[in-house]
């Protein structure tokens, strides 16, 4: 239910299966994920599965340590700026004091804004957010759930290498790069850069960057063309630009005859079969911070009864297993205090329940608030469906590559 008034005025809605009982009080968790502007179906996305899994815990009986007390989603909009998703923070931690702890903010520009604030407020944040810096900061209270860009970046290279050379029988020797100049894209673009191409014996030939939102696409698209890589790396972070540069890779007959390798999550958005088409995006492959894969079956039985959605993107499984982590953290913790939260938070070595299922490797975090040993998770367009190809124990299909 969503309530009116003081709290829809500021932002913010509020999400709950029922009203508290005079017994146990709700215990409430924040999430702040973009729902206006470019990256909201993003947004919308990780919402879903957080409302999924606030759902599920209360029809399970909620949080058993404090009685049965049920969860409730306190949703704040962070919008298309950097000032918007801080001034969304702000309101939250003032307006909410009994939050427990959060989730976003979806882009890594967001979430460096947002942190801030929560941080201050010793407010346990756990985010899929992409860049290093988020957990370069030295704070106590942010857990990165997805490897970082680099990381991703630095298994991915040699993965992609690895494909193409079984594949064609031979070493691919170029590469293109399309990056948008957001948080979690530029460290990414910044590993490729800075000795993940010549480490694996790549040239860049084309190293091109832009802000979002993306006006046209075609100057772009000319310098992939003039160069031709044996494959491109494109790194948007939303999907009105991933639709304008594939429109355009097609219009200058490239799409087929080049291979794309991307970084984003809404690279696996249900909109793109319906804006792009599947041919167009046949043979994508994409890393993200975890996807459908083998495990879940029952999660996404539930969410996509749920929802209606096609299938469970990264953003839809984040969500979920954020407020999972958080139910499991309040449960141990046996008090709804946002410090005794963190610190259970930090202990925390799961290998199963709902939340460990959801994100392959196990949920530990090290010493920055990184989660350890989180895996390479790829998926690839096939059929008209983003499917998981790595880890290969947990994938749904094998990968293919464009032969040349």
Do not use: H
């Amino acid at each position: 239910a969503c309530l009116t008034g003081v709290a829809l005025a500021a932002g913010l809605t509020l999400a709950a299966d029922g009203p508290a009982t005079a017994q146990t009080k709700d215990v409430k968790a924040g999430l702040i994920v973009p729902l206006s502007g470019p990256w909201a179906r993003s947004g919308e996305l990780v919402r879903s599965g957080a409302e999924t899994a606030i759902e599920e815990i209360n029809e399970k009986g909620g949080i058993k340590s404090l009685g049965g007390a049920k969860m409730q989603l306190v949703t704040g909009d962070a919008g298309d700026s950097i000032e918007k998703a801080k001034n969304a923070a702000q309101r939250m931690v003032s307006q909410e004091p009994d939050l427990i702890g959060g989730a976003g903010s979806w882009l890594s520009s967001f979430t460096l804004a947002v942190t801030e604030v929560t941080e201050r407020a010793n407010l346990p944040w756990f985010t899929l957010s992409y860049s290093d810096q988020i957990t370069d900061r030295g704070f106590r209270y942010v857990f990165q759930l997805s490897p970082t860009a680099s990381r991703q970046s630095e298994l991915t290279i040699p993965t992609i290498v690895a494909f193409a050379e079984k594949a064609s029988g031979k070493r691919p020797k170029t590469v293109g790069m399309i990056s948008d100049n957001t948080a979690g894209a530029a460290s990414f673009a910044k590993t490729v850069r800075e000795g993940g191409a010549d480490k694996n014996g790549l040239k860049l030939v084309v190293d091109e960057v832009f802000t979002p939102p993306l006006s046209d696409a075609t100057a772009l698209i000319q310098r992939v063309r003039s160069t031709r890589p044996e494959f491109l790396m494109v790194i948007p972070s939303n999907v009105p630009d991933n639709k304008l540069l594939f429109e355009k890779m097609n219009e200058f007959r490239l799409r087929g005859s080049v291979p794309v390798v991307g970084n984003s999550g809404s690279l696996g958005a249900p909109e793109l079969l319906r804006t792009v088409g599947k041919e167009l995006l046949e043979g994508l492959i994409v890393s993200v911070g975890t996807w459908s894969m083998k495990g879940q079956e029952e999660i996404i039985a539930r969410y996509k009864k749920r929802t209606n959605e096609p299938w469970m993107t990264q953003d839809a499984l984040m969500g979920y297993a954020e407020m999972w982590l958080l139910k499991e953290a309040v449960e141990r913790a046996g008090v709804a205090d946002r410090v005794k939260v963190a610190e259970e938070i930090r202990k925390f070595d799961l290998k199963d329940g709902p939340a460990a299922l959801s994100l392959p490797g196990g949920i530990k975090f090290d010493e920055k608030g990184r989660r350890a040993d989180a895996p390479l998770v790829l998926i690839q367009w096939q059929n008209g469906e983003p499917k998981t190809i790595a880890p290969a124990d947990r994938a749904t299909t094998e990968a293919v590559w464009a032969k040349q």
